[in-house]
């Protein structure tokens, strides 16, 4: 078994035992496992801290678990929290619907480079297809795994990922499958907990890296994952937070006005 200490997985959830049973169990298959698992909880019930210390008993590496009260929607403070107790030069995070494929973190530890950040893909599964694995515990997906959409993302074909450049600036560029070096997260001072609600907290911290002089490289052909179906989040605070992320853009922000200097 092959172990990187270079490398804190964080993944966020909140009250969806399901999934992240799932997703750590596809963690558990990897070709090399991250130093730790974090686990970024953001108020779930008892039945999520149940889980996680079953998981604790039989993971090969620490799974943490960093929890703060169900205050509303509050990833940014979470993802703070969970990162201010990583221990590991270089961060991976992904949300607790992504299911990952077993060279995540070796595909990962290929993208590491100074002076960049790292923005993954994910395919998506469909509702019928979600439930079918839930109710099997079946987390592993391939290019041929039934109800998937955007299935070329599962191709993993590392000689020719050189070759594609993949999306730069702010499109999609998602939270939800992304690594960085700390240093980096702690110079912008983490993600923006001014943010109310869902939108726009993920665009605003990859600008703030942009502003510091970070390049952006994409994970193609590289690190498939499998994005579980769930509906969609509510967007009602959506204009306020792209107000947020204006500021960012013409005031050329580097840093977050309430981040993760609070848990340093």
Not at 27 to 38: G, L
Not at 141 to 154: A, E, K, T
Not at 206 to 213: M, P
Request: aromatic fraction near 10%.
């Amino acid at each position: 078994m092959k172990i990187s200490e270079q490398v804190s997985l964080i993944i966020t959830t909140y009250n969806n035992p399901d999934f992240l049973g799932l997703v750590l169990d596809s963690i558990n298959k990897q070709t090399i496992y991250p130093k730790e698992v974090i686990i970024a909880d953001d108020g779930s019930t008892q039945e999520t801290a149940q889980l996680i210390e079953r998981y604790q008993k039989s993971f090969p590496i620490p799974v943490i678990h960093s929890w703060i009260p169900d205050e509303g929607f509050r990833v940014a403070k979470s993802r703070n929290m969970a990162i201010a107790r990583s221990t590991a030069p270089y961060i991976i995070i992904i949300d607790g619907d992504i299911v990952v494929t077993s060279h995540f973190i070796q595909d990962h530890l290929s993208l590491m480079k100074e002076g960049q950040f790292v923005t993954g893909s994910r395919a998506r599964l469909k509702k019928q297809a979600t439930l079918s694995h839930i109710k099997e515990g079946n987390s592993a997906f391939h290019f041929f795994s039934s109800g998937l959409s955007r299935r070329l993302v599962m191709l993993r074909i590392p000689f020719l990922h050189p070759l594609i450049k993949g999306h730069d600036g702010l499109k999609n560029a998602r939270s939800c499958h992304m690594a960085f070096w700390k240093t980096d997260f702690i110079q912008v001072n983490g993600f923006e907990e001014v943010f109310e609600g869902w939108g726009f907290e993920d665009s605003e911290f990859v600008q703030r890296l942009f502003n510091t002089g970070l390049k952006r490289k994409n994970a193609k052909l590289l690190a498939p994952a499998v994005h579980l179906y769930h509906p969609e989040k509510s967007t009602e605070n959506a204009q306020k937070n792209r107000s947020i992320l204006n500021n960012t853009l013409s005031e050329h922000r580097t840093r977050a006005q309430k981040g993760v200097d609070q848990y340093l």
